[in-house]
């Protein structure tokens, strides 16, 4: 029903910036939630942040609070996570994803991304 691919991942320093990019087709995706999570190696993923359908309300982990924003355009059909002052920490993969409902439990989430890498050196 959603098709969601992301890009913009790549190597970057530590305080360096990244801006993510998700886009999605298929129908009716200005009608959902559009979640961000990551996964390093090793572990489990994990919640970053989320946006409502009408991008007026977002949603962040702590760790990721005052650093990284969700923003999206439905015109274009596309969700973007900017990411500033990057911490080796953030080092993983990252997935948008689609949720009807505006929350951030994992499980709420339907249709998933293929994930684009992030990695920052120290």
């Known amino acids: 029903q959603v098709q969601l691919v992301e890009s913009g991942g790549g190597l970057v320093q530590a305080g360096d910036s990244l801006r993510l990019s998700c886009a999605a087709s298929g129908r009716t995706f200005s009608s959902y939630t559009i979640g961000w999570f990551r996964q390093a190696p090793g572990k489990e993923r994990e919640f970053v942040g989320i946006?409502?359908?009408?991008?007026?309300?977002?949603y962040y982990t702590d760790s990721v609070k005052g650093r990284f924003t969700i923003s999206r355009d439905n015109a274009k059909n596309t969700v973007f996570l900017q990411m500033n002052s990057l911490k080796p920490e953030d080092t993983a993969v990252y997935y948008c994803?689609?949720?009807?409902?505006?929350?951030?439990?994992?499980?709420?989430?339907?249709?998933w991304g293929q994930g684009t890498q992030v990695t920052v050196s120290s």
């Open positions: 994803a689609t949720s009807r409902n505006y929350e951030y439990r994992l499980s709420s989430y339907d249709y």
């Open positions: 946006i409502s359908w009408n991008g007026a309300r977002t």
